[in-house]
């Protein structure tokens, strides 16, 4: 029986291998896990390697692997109905649209459905530009919106430099207190002085041209950084200043990662556009969209929006995204998150920081955290490469599937993650850095 499992992981690698691109990488040096069962927090290839997710995929596997209620819902709707085109009326698109409304905060009225995160973030900046009658949209240099034409552009970190065919994309500095940009020493001056920031760079790109502020509510790929108190609002005020609209992408940071339904709600700030993916229904079936608001939705009642998708409320996807939430409300998992964070995960991480001078920072909130590790702590030089990959294979090797971007861990297990997974992972995660650091 061992020999028949080792054939398949072997089978499994050799396919990829053989006649699978992957994406944001170098091809020849690719060396992939093979992955071929989950549940919960954990996955495992066949022949029965068993690891903790906590990167849940790619920050998205919120409601665990492998949820009956998910299942049950896909298997039931490709029962009876498995795809139908996004004209008609579809009882599982209606469902997932009332749902997600019924979430979001006063005034949201419309949901555009999407394949993913990349083509919402995509036709949010088409219904800015075209509701507003402007072009330019201005994003973070820390950030990342996904990989289509303007979404790509609209990203601040190194994958837009070689994708750069898109115009009318401006960038500017968030807040980041650990490496500030504006000589800040506190969370306060941080925050005021970043806001000044891009109320410069609004006037130097010329308000009148300006469509829409993209934001990440929490910038999860660029670091989980968590805005400090004020600067949502601070964003809001200038938007509203000049006309702007104010788009704020939940792609990673919705949906339960942060301990709400939406993160952008613990900073009392309403956008005018809300992009979604990933959390929505956890990633089981590809889907997307964008959360309307009223005025903007408006602007379509009789003006044709020149946009659309083949796969747009795809039923499974749908009926999935209901299962979801359903069972999320249900289940206190959103409560769940926030309990983890606050109580058992956010303190862990302090605690092994305080232990390990590896750890330069920690941050986050719910089960949306990052540990930023450096050389040195005086100087807070970034780990070295070399060492952050003999980290990752280490976590690896000692059963935990880790997220690793630049020179930090992600730790952003699902949102389901147990008090007893969390101290497992703490364990091996406190073994292999305290190790590395000797």
């Known amino acids: 029986m061992a020999a028949d499992t080792a054939d398949l992981d072997r089978r499994a690698y050799e396919l990829d291998r053989d006649f699978v691109f992957h994406s944001w990488s170098a091809q020849a040096a690719l060396d992939p896990m093979v992955i071929s069962g989950a549940l919960g927090t954990r996955v495992w290839d066949a022949s029965g390697r068993s690891y903790l997710d906590f990167s849940s995929q790619l920050v998205n596997v919120n409601i665990g692997h492998q949820h009956p209620k998910m299942l049950r819902a896909i298997a039931d709707q490709a029962e009876q109905l498995c795809t139908v085109g996004p004209s008609v009326a579809n009882l599982a698109r209606g469902e997932a649209a009332s749902r ?26 088409r219904m800015a530009r075209l509701h507003t009658g402007r072009t330019k949209v201005l994003s973070a240099y820390r950030s990342y919106h996904g990989n289509t034409g303007a979404a790509v552009v609209a990203t601040g970190d190194w994958r837009r430099l070689p994708n750069e065919y898109a115009h009318g994309h401006a960038h500017f500095h968030g807040p980041y207190l650990y490496r500030s940009e504006f000589w800040a020493q506190t969370r306060e001056q941080e925050c005021e002085r970043a806001l000044a920031h891009l109320e410069r760079t609004v006037v130097v790109e010329g308000p009148n041209s300006v469509a829409a502020i993209l934001l990440e509510s929490v910038p999860g790929t660029a670091g989980v950084l968590v805005p400090p108190p004020g600067y949502l609002a601070g964003v809001r005020e200038i938007a509203d200043r000049h006309g702007i609209l104010l788009i704020l992408d939940e792609v990673m940071a919705g949906f339960g990662r942060t301990g709400a339904w939406f993160a952008h709600t613990r900073h009392g700030v309403r956008p005018d556009l809300i992009t979604f993916a990933k959390g929505v229904n956890s990633g089981y079936v590809p889907v997307g969209g964008i959360v309307i608001g009223e005025a903007i939705a408006k602007t379509f009642d009789d003006r044709v929006f020149p946009g659309g998708l083949t796969y747009s409320g795809h ?9 979801a939430l359903d069972a999320m409300a249900e289940e206190g998992i959103v409560e769940n998150a926030a309990r983890i964070g606050r109580d058992v995960l956010g303190p862990a991480l302090r605690a092994l920081a305080d232990d390990c001078p590896l750890i330069g920072e920690v941050r986050g909130e719910g089960v949306f955290w990052a540990l930023e590790l450096v050389e040195d702590r005086t100087t807070r030089a970034p780990l070295r490469a070399d060492r952050l990959a003999r980290i990752k294979a280490s976590l690896i090797a000692g059963g935990l599937l880790p997220m690793v971007a630049d020179n930090r861990i992600h730790v952003v297990p699902p949102c389901t993650v147990t008090d007893s997974e969390v101290a497992e992972a703490i364990a091996i995660y406190r073994s292999v850095l305290m190790g590395e650091h000797r």
């Open 315 to 323: 039923p499974l996807a749908c009926a999935s995204i209901v299962a």
């Open 100 to 125: 997600i409304v019924g979430l979001a905060p006063e005034g949201f009225t419309k949901v555009f459905f999407t394949n993913g995160g990349a083509d919402a973030v995509e036709n949010a900046i």
